[in-house]
Each structure stands twice: as C-alpha cells, then as structure tokens.
C-alpha cells in the first residue's frame, strides 16, 4: 500500500483506476511503475492543493479522495486508461448482491432495462457468472413492479461489479483516462514549441511515460494540468539545450529532416498526424 498523504477531508469518494501497458511489464518493473503512477497522482492532487490516499491491488489503483478533484486529477494523468466512482462491499456473495440491489434501487426505473457486468480477480467460492446471475435474479425479483427487462446488449442500466481478493467494488460507470506510461517511466525529451500547435507533440512524449523540457517563449501552461512539474527553458538551439539540461532527444513538432547530434536522438511524434488529427488532440490538452 502505497500512502499518498494523511487523509483529513471528511467527504471522499472511492475511486478505482485501471492501467493497460504497465501490467505488461516484468513484476519488478511493474512495481517501479506503479510506484511512480501513484507518486504522479499525489502530485497531481498537491499541485490542486487537495489530499488522496492511493493503494493497489494488481491492475488496479484504489484513490480515497474528493469525487470533483479525483475525476479532474485521473482525467490527466498518463498510465490511466480508465477509472470509476466506486462502492466498496465485502467479499461474500450475498454481500455482493445485496449491495447490488441498493445500486439498481437508485437507477432503475419504470420499463427499463438493466445489465449485471461481473468479473473476479482471485480466488472464491463463485464464479463471475455465479455474481451475475444471481444478482440479476436479485434485482429482477426486488423491482418487478417496474416493469423491467435483462438486456445484455443495449441496457438502459449497467452495474459493473469486480470481486477481488480484498473487497469487492461496485460502480456504474467507465471514465476514460489518458492512457499511455506513467511520466518519469522512461527519459527525459526536450521539445520547442513555437506555437500552440507544437504542444501536441510534447503531449505524445509525455504520454510516452517521458519528461519534457519545453523550450519556448509561448504560453504552455495547459500543460500543466498534464505534468504539474513541467520545466520550461528559454529558446535556443535545440540541441544544445538539451545537452544543458540532461536530455536523451528532441522531440520536434514537424517531420524537417535535421544534422543528427552525437548523444542526442531526434524524434517526431507528430509528424504523421493529419491537420483535424492534430486540432483533435490540442482540443484534449485543453480539456
């Protein structure tokens, strides 16, 4: 477990937070990168001036924090794939369904459909279809007054529900994150952005689990939101600069063809991308 900081808000939610490429890695370097992931989102919440706890369970990251802050702060940080408002029971099985039933008694109404998605991660004495199943049955049976109907394909309803070793969790829900690598992952890149559009290539790196050096005399404070530890540098050769400042490369915002450096790789992340390609990502570094 891993503590972000004393946890002292009376108000706080539970959140679930789900990686993609880190469960890939070897254990030992699976561990380093959810050690930095949840560094990262303590970060992220110190930069709002707010507090979380944070602890894992494998290919999860559990987040106690204010539910605004914690959706804002999971929105932006790069290793996330996804993440849910959550409610946490006990392991057993009749747990598990009774609290179902109170999470469709505040969602289900009259005519309407519904949908019980079960997963499990450990051992137990039912099987995820068990959950579902029952729970289903459950629900059926408590609000048959209202009319309603199993649709597995196009509910009106989803409850999601993930028994696992520790707990159980319910939610309602899948948030999207940004995905990608956890920054502080991998190198350090340096990248010159001249003008608004040059930060999606800084973006990428980022998302690619790299720290950024941005080289510029422009506004790049929404980049913050993404990195609450950005640095920025004055203009200069790009090179030279990040020879000054401990970088493996440049990340360049255009496909221009340059003399290479000794020491130092040339990147171009965004090079391919298209120019709505390109609009559509600046609109999510907004966001």
């Given at each position: 477990?891993?503590?972000?900081l ?42 709002r ?12 990251l ?14 932006h ?79 009106d ?26 920054l ?104």
């Amino acid at each position: 477990m891993f503590l972000c900081l004393s946890l002292l808000q009376a108000y706080v939610s539970l959140f679930i937070a789900r990686y993609a490429e880190i469960g890939l890695k070897s254990e030992r370097v699976r561990r380093r990168f959810e050690d930095i992931l949840a560094l990262n989102i303590e970060k992220h919440f110190m930069a709002r001036h707010m507090e979380c706890l944070v602890s894992w369970d494998r290919g999860r990251l559990f987040i106690m924090a204010d539910d605004k802050t914690a959706v804002d702060v999971l929105s932006h940080t790069f290793g996330i794939v996804s993440f849910s408002r959550a409610l946490e029971v006990g392991k057993g099985k009749q747990e598990i369904i009774d609290a179902v039933v109170r999470v469709a008694s505040t969602l289900l109404f009259s005519g309407c459909s519904f949908a019980i998605r079960a997963r499990r991660s450990g051992n137990h004495e039912f099987t995820s279809m068990d959950i579902a199943r029952e729970a289903g049955a459950a629900v059926l049976s408590q609000f048959n007054h209202l009319g309603i109907s199993v649709n597995l394909d196009a509910p009106d309803v989803e409850i999601f529900v993930e028994a696992r070793e520790r707990a159980s969790y319910i939610y309602t829900s899948i948030h999207e994150g940004p995905g990608g690598l956890p920054l502080g992952t991998q190198g350090t890149v340096l990248c010159p952005v001249d003008r608004e559009q040059d930060m999606v290539a800084a973006w990428l790196i980022m998302r690619r689990g790299c720290r950024t050096v941005i080289s510029t005399d422009i506004d790049v404070s929404v980049l913050r939101k993404w990195d609450p530890e950005l640095k920025t540098v004055e203009k200069g050769d790009p090179y030279q600069l990040a020879l000054k400042y401990g970088c493996e490369a440049v990340a360049f915002p255009d496909a221009e063809l340059r003399e290479k450096k000794e020491g130092i790789a040339s990147l171009y992340p965004s090079a391919m991308l298209m120019p709505e390609e390109l609009n559509e990502l600046l609109e999510t570094i907004r966001a």
